[in-house]
């Protein structure tokens, strides 16, 4: 750790500020239509992992209306940009199966359903912008940024964060490996492996905030995190859309016009695309 580091104060401040002003300059974006809903869910993802995984530097009644904000705000992006993620699934999906496999309009009609479900989330997120929950949400996001609310534990050297990094770490680790003991006992493990691609996340994000004292042992964590991310990211991706595939084929698999055949094809592979999960994770085990 670098001994010119300074304070936790200094080196959490920093990085929250970062979030802060990526959050706060997207109002415009959004509302003009720009693809920057990703950008602005994962700064919202940042500052509440900094405030879990380091609470104990700020006065707890401040983070939890914090908390309670980003949260809200959260969801509503989250609606949007899940769409826009199985859009992309499903076209790479189309993309790869053949032809004489595609019966009826699956590809339209595919497109046409989440169309129809992107725009509603991005009504509600857009409604959302012209609400008073967002304006307190901004000016409270305004002040996190100009003072954050550090308790006096924050005055520590910033090497007092490392502790609370392992913490953090440790929590992957029990996560995946409670989540591959579940799985390779033919137990539910979906949800336990979406928490411990959660905990993942926050590892790597505070990680992250330590990056400027750290150097290049921060970037060989976060690149590490990022890999098993991606892997549980993919994941979780094909058991939402399998779920989206069960359902559309289920519901218009029987109208005029429509075959349920493809949809179940596509079903098919989505399930078939989990299978090589515990392979896949040996690395991080």
Known sequence: MNNKAGSVRDLIADYLSEQCTVIIDSEAQLRAGENVVHAVRVAVRRMRSTIRVFAEF???????HLEEGLVWWAGLLGGVRDMDILAQRQAALLDELP??????????????????????????MTEALDSERYRKLIGLIHRWRSDPPFTS????????????????????NRRLTKAAAA??????????????????????????????VWGSKADKIISQRKDLQDLLGNYQDSIVSAAFLRELGTRLGI???????????????????????????????
Request: hydrophobic share 40%; glycine share 6%; proline share 5%.
């Open 183 to 212: 799985r390779l006992a033919g137990e539910p493990s979906e949800e336990l492996f979406h928490s411990a691609r959660k905990a993942s996340k926050r590892h790597r994000y505070a990680v992250e905030a330590a990056l400027p």
């Open 99 to 124: 032809g004489e496999l595609i019966l009826g309009p699956v590809a339209s009609t595919i497109q046409v359903e989440l169309a129809t479900q992107r725009k509603q989330a991005a009504d509600a």
């Open 255 to 285: 109208r005029s016009g429509q075959n349920g055949f493809s949809y179940g094809v596509l079903y098919a592979r989505e399930v078939q695309a989990g299978e090589s999960l515990l392979d896949d994770l040996k690395s991080f085990l």
């Open 58 to 64: 700020f006065e707890p009644s401040e983070a939890a």
């Open 153 to 172: 534990a924050a005055d520590a050297p910033a090497d007092a964060i490392d502790p609370l990094i392992k913490k953090a770490k440790r929590k992957v």
